[in-house]
């Protein structure tokens, strides 16, 4: 009974763990078709999506199938061999008790003993099963808890947030795996209360110079400083403390639209949510909703314009009142008058702190202290946006292309 058990315990762990990947593949499948139904029903896949959910859906049956078959040979091998051992002991009991070797009573009370041992020994079986079961799942949570973290503190890191200038010493970066650099010869400073305007065509680094800054990356040949010291000498998260980051793929909880922008704040009252929504320009959208304030966005923001999602995002990063806001392209979705104000109310609030912001479109920055035109990787490009209008390169011909399309976009 031991030993197969022990096989039929080997046997389903190795299935139970394969039915568990094939049910995790499913959830992923659901969870995405559910998130992207307007982009499915747009190109007409819904046939083709249902198809693949019903694939998957097989294969993880298919599998579950395979669990119970070796799960069904438990309590038959058990009843089996119980059985059997029955069998073996009246029949040899028997005969002893006929050459007098043992008396009729000692056979009884042997055979009420091995009765007694039947639920234990199925008892048994069931709890390998689960164990088994249980070691399969297991081994997944413990694959991904043994995944080293690629950003550590230095044992003596400093435990305070960082407030001061930033400087760029960066002479070249690689994502990891990658052999040629995404970014070479990286170097400026931006004072503290200075904005900083990225900007340059997809691809030349912009949101990598960004990640850098906010240490999702290391390994890169320079240093970073802020305030002075090198970016590894400040804990991570007092690091990131300091630091409001608007990413361009912009994220939304199932929640309340107070709840996603309290979200960096938890303890914030109703005004400090009203005046961050004010200043990111969503404070009226938000009033025209059907519940305000407290109506429930949905997943990933699903039932908000692409608009108001990054108003809101940015209202997040608002929250936390950062001692450095980062915009990566956060106000694309937004139309000019409304990145205007919003950049007005940036100017007006934020005054004696930094912001950095990337953008394609070039009026996002226009007003910033420095403007540095990233192409692959390398800085081309640097000055006010009055310097750089002054000399001929891209930033001046893109300029100047811009404003002839929104021209032309208002009937010129």
């Keep these: 009974m031991a030993l197969l058990t022990s096989w039929y315990g080997t046997m389903l762990h190795k299935r139970f763990h394969k039915a568990q990947e094939a049910f995790s593949s499913l959830n992923d499948k659901t969870q995405e078709s559910v998130t992207g139904i307007k982009v499915i029903k747009t190109f007409g896949q819904e046939a083709e999506d249902i198809e693949d959910f019903r694939k998957q859906s097989e294969d993880v049956v298919q599998k579950n199938v395979s669990v119970a078959k070796i799960d069904s040979l438990f309590d038959p091998t058990i009843s089996i061999i ?51 079961r249980g070691r399969a799942s297991n081994d997944r949570i413990s694959a991904l808890l043994a995944e080293k973290i690629d950003i550590n503190d230095d044992p003596n890191a400093l435990e305070l947030v960082p407030s001061g200038d930033i400087t760029f010493n960066i002479s070249e ?50 240093i970073i400083e802020f305030a002075g010291n090198p970016l590894s000498h400040y804990q991570l998260e007092k690091l990131r403390e300091s630091i409001g980051y608007v990413p361009q793929d912009h994220f939304l909880f199932s929640a309340t639209v107070a709840e996603n922008i309290a979200f960096t704040n938890p303890f914030a009252d109703e005004l400090e949510i009203h005046e961050a929504a004010t200043l990111a320009n969503i404070h009226e959208d938000i009033l025209q909703f059907t519940d305000g304030y407290e109506t429930i966005v949905g997943e990933r923001g699903v039932s908000l314009s692409g608009g108001q999602k990054q108003r809101i995002s940015i209202a997040r990063a608002l929250l936390m ?37 990337t953008a394609h479109r070039l009026s996002t920055i226009q007003h910033a202290n420095l403007i540095i035109v990233l192409e692959e990787g390398r800085i081309v490009q640097r000055g006010s946006h009055e310097q750089l209008m002054s000399e001929y390169g891209w930033y001046k011909d893109m300029y100047l292309h811009q404003q002839l399309e929104e021209l032309v976009e208002h009937g010129g």
């Design 82 to 132: 119980v059985g059997i051992s029955f069998f073996l002991s009246i029949a040899f009991g028997a005969k002893y008790v006929l050459i007098e070797e043992i008396t009729i009573g000692e056979l009884v009370s042997f055979t009420t003993y091995l009765t007694l041992l039947i639920w234990p020994m199925l008892a048994f079986g069931w709890l390998f099963n689960i164990v088994e």
């Design 173 to 222: 970066f690689a994502y990891p795996e990658e052999r040629e650099p995404l970014l070479k010869d990286i170097h400026f400073e931006l004072k503290r209360g200075e904005t900083l305007g990225i900007v340059g065509r997809t691809g030349a680094g912009k949101t990598t110079l960004l990640k850098l800054l906010i240490r999702e990356f290391e390994g890169f040949d320079g």
């Design 321 to 357: 009142d950062p001692e450095v806001l980062i915009l990566d392209d956060s106000l694309s979705a937004v139309d000019a008058k409304t990145e205007e104000a919003i950049l007005t109310a940036l100017r007006q609030n934020r005054e004696g702190k930094t912001t950095i912001i």
